[in-house]
């Protein structure tokens, strides 16, 4: 802040060569957060790396070498994504009806509190819910029972649906509201317009609705699918952990804070990484295929 | 708005409102499970329990130390809300205000952590606050709590300033307000609202963050969504009523605060980031 | 699938209401539209004219009467199964469709073949003067293009009606004019019968072949552009119409369709338009090119001039009674504000009517 008066002799002061091209002391104002972004999420992202590639014995590869060797660790990421892709998939075919249809609601404010409670809850406690609720002397078998749909309860805790039910739990009111965002983003006069055409309901939502609102679509599912994909307390508390429900996070959980192989956790967090980025790679990319702009009725 | 009257739009609009009923009812039973059972004197077997007490709280209280944990959790989404108000609501205002090369960089740099999950980014991050001995300290589980949280009142906030007209800025400068005075009449006042829900946003979630408090604390910096963690881990050691009282109080910890968020911000926005139209 | 309607004689709208809590409702709208006629409806906001709009095009659904073409009663029908093509007000172009398939779209939900698709749009294409730019898409084209786009589209289908709701409300002055000029010369050339939403009175006066007038969900009035801009039928038709002088007084004398009342003790004459008797409250109402500056008090207030601005060939000038009543009147000459003059009803424009319910 003392260099514009040594430089104001010869020509335009750095001062005011930054403010030209932007940079001023509001400008400065984003170096606070910045400097910490850095700090506490590039910095460990960066040094997670480098550390994969410093194995506790081997050469550089050791790490992904042993994970990709273990089948009780590069099976993880296929018993994740059974987990994931099947929930996400799920949850979107299904939240986009219930979009439609709640975007006609004058007051949709009550509901979407009620879907807005398993997210602010956190999946800690929906799973501690369901292990009361889903168990076999829970309410939900005990309905099944009374009403004769079943005659032995049904196991859903401590198993593959366990996690799946709790997925979808906190996912699909994600997914949903998300969606909903997307669909009320639409200018309703463009439906209309469609219908004075002879569009039928079908129809409208098929060449008007759906092609505008496949981007949104994708990163929705890119969204909800990452969420999934790094699943962790629910697999722990509702799955086998051991077993059908080792996902991925608890393999790199357990080679932090059990084997104490910061190394090996970072890497098995860089392959989890990794496949949820080839994935929204893959959705995102396949996204420049549909229309992208503003989905209102053209002129703003 | 078109609403359709044939039967098979009927039919098709009974099966999306009953899928909605379905996951609604099994929502509230869930919550009212665990509701019914930390009030339960014994319930096993049987729709409703045998009797009904209060004890288990004040039993789940003193064996989790309750007291200890719910001050620790206030002290650290307390600093979290202060400091990534601080740092989030000045960048944002840079941001929003100014363009300069590099931007839509920095912006990506401060999307990021709300993309990623945070278990993916925290085990790096635990590792390096492990390494430099934050970890397991106070202030080692604000660190990583704000990792996610000042992006977040940054991509909150930016929006909502560039919605205030910068003319009246110029308009209280012309009227000669100085920097301080501009910001204490003018900006402030203005973007209260939107700091407020922000923060409010900021605080619901960092009660309710497991992943990264659980990652990075050790036994006197938890929170009560890890204590409550530990405590469903080694369910089998305490009574299930003690751990349901646990997840009440825990419940009603967070809905207290998204009740009084709710009041400033709709639902959607906790989803979806703050996509205020401007008025046309 | 749309009705095969090409071949209709009218299009009748009886006892049409619609009940939505007391905002935007229509109450018994009687109207009949003999086949190529340009119909404009009329009215100020909240007037219920889109709401007509949007009954006829199947948008909103009717709470009570019927619509009907020829024979065939349509108001039971699903929006895409009348058939009607509907220009909207933001014109409501399909932001992902270049502009061939939008104009397309209606004709590919028919299940047209592709090259009778392709000739047809090309027609509307060279209709609305917008031949070449076929492969641009919406956001690409000026609010003027967009407005042609939306209105080959409408058309390509060959409706039995066109449905136009405040077509022109988005553009700038010139381009309103430029559009307008467009809308009629299209009309012309097809012939098609159109319905017209605006709350503009110039553009129904200079489009339309009829005009309905609505408040508050009722018909006020219908009638051709010169009988309603002559012969108004009300006040508030009046009003709509240019009459912007309104002085309220008492009839006092009554003779063949003529009346003469007092306002502030001046005795102003004019053609009755409302039965009214001896001794009742009237409003007479006076277009300002109807009111001149003059030296005789005859059919005359005495005013103190307010205001005189200057536009050109004349003057426009606001002035105010004793009583307080305000005018506005022209004058080909300049006057003083602040100066006593007396302005003279011309006894051919003024009318009489009684107050408004």
Known sequence: MHAPAAMSASGPSLRQRLAARGFDAVTLLVLPAAIFSLLLFVYPFAFGLILSFEPKSGDWLANYQRFFSDSYLYDTIYKTLALAIPVTLLNLVFAVPVAFRVRLMRRQRLLTTILVLPITLGTVLVAEGLLNYLGPQGWFNRTLLTFGLISQPLRLVHNYWGVFVSLVITGFPFTFLLTLSYVTGIDPALEQAGATLGASAWQRFRHIYLPLLMPGFAITFCLSFVQAFSVFPSAVLLGEPAGLTRVISIAAYQAAFEEYDYSMASAVAMIMGFVQLAIVVAVLASRGLFYRGPASGAKG | MIRDTTLGAKLWAAAVWALVAFFVINLLAMIGTVVTSSFATRWLGTWLPIGWTTRWYA????????????????????????????????????????????KRLLVLLFLLPL?????????????????????????????????????????????????????????????????????????????????????????????????????????????????????????????????????????????????????????????????????? | MAIALSQFNEVRLDRVSREFGSLNALRDVNLTIKRGEFIALLGPSGCGKSTTLNCIAGLLPVTGGSIWLDKNRVDTLKPEERGFGMVFQNYALFPHLNVRQNIGFGLKMRGTAKAEMERKVDEALSLVRLQGQGHKLPGQLSGGQQQ????????????????????????????????????????????????????????????????????????????????????????????????????????????????????????????????????????????????????????????????AEYRGREFVGTAHTKGGLELVFRSSHAVEPGTAVQLRAGEENTLVFAEPI
């Not at chain 2, 064996?63 to 108000?85: A, C, K, P």
């Not at chain 3, 010369?185 to 605006?198: D, K």
């Not at chain 3, 108004?232 to 038709?237: E, F, G, T």
């Not at chain 3, 001046?266 to 338009?273: E, F, L, T």
Request: glycine share 6%; no cysteine.
């Open chain 2, 59 to 102: 039993s789940a209280w003193s064996e989790f130390q309750l007291g200890d944990v719910l001050i620790v959790t206030f002290q650290v989404v307390g600093m979290v809300v202060l400091i990534s108000g601080a740092l989030g609501v000045t960048a944002a205002y840079a941001l929003a205000r100014r363009d300069f090369p590099g």
């Open chain 2, 115 to 280: 993309l990623i999950p945070p278990i993916t980014f925290g085990i790096p991050l635990a590792t390096v606050l492990y390494r430099t001995g934050l970890a397991g300290t106070f202030w080692g589980v604000v660190a990583a709590n704000l990792v996610p949280t000042v992006p977040f009142v940054i991509l909150v906030m930016i929006p909502f300033i560039e919605q205030i007209d910068p003319k009246l800025e110029a308009a209280a400068r012309v009227f000669g307000a100085n920097t301080f005075k501009l910001f204490i009449h003018v900006l402030l006042p203005l973007l209260l609202p939107g700091i407020l829900a922000a923060l409010l946003l900021v605080l619901v979630r960092t009660i309710a963050m497991f992943e990264l408090t659980f990652l990075v604390a050790g036994p006197t910096s938890q929170t009560l969504v890890v204590a409550l963690y530990y405590a469903v881990f080694a369910a089998g050691v305490r009574a299930v009523q003690s751990i349901d009282a646990m997840a009440v109080i825990y419940m009603v910890t967070t809905l207290v605060w998204l009740i009084i968020a709710l009041r400033f911000v709709n639902p959607t926005q906790i989803v979806t980031r703050a996509k205020q139209q401007p008025a046309h």
């Open chain 3, 148 to 307: 042609r786009v939306a209105i080959a589209r409408a058309i390509v289908i060959e409706p039995p009606l066109v449905l136009m709701d405040e077509p022109l409300s988005n553009l700038d002055a010139k381009l309103r004019l430029e559009m307008r000029a467009e809308i009629r010369r299209i009309h012309n050339e097809l012939g098609a019968t159109t319905i017209y939403v605006t709350h503009d009175q110039d553009e129904a006066l200079s489009l339309a072949d009829r005009i309905v007038v609505l408040r508050d969900g009722i018909v006020r009035q219908v009638g051709t552009p010169k009988e309603l801009y002559e012969a108004p039928a009300h006040l508030d038709v009046a009003d709509f119409m240019g009459f912007r002088n309104k002085l309220k007084g008492k009839v006092i004398a009554t003779d063949k369709g003529r009346a003469i009342v007092d306002v502030e003790g001046a005795k102003i004459g004019g053609v009755m338009r409302e039965p009214l008797s001896i001794g009742a409250a009237a409003y007479v109402a006076i277009r300002p090119d109807d009111l001149f500056v003059a030296e005789s008090g005859e059919n005359a207030l005495a005013v103190i001039v307010d205001t």
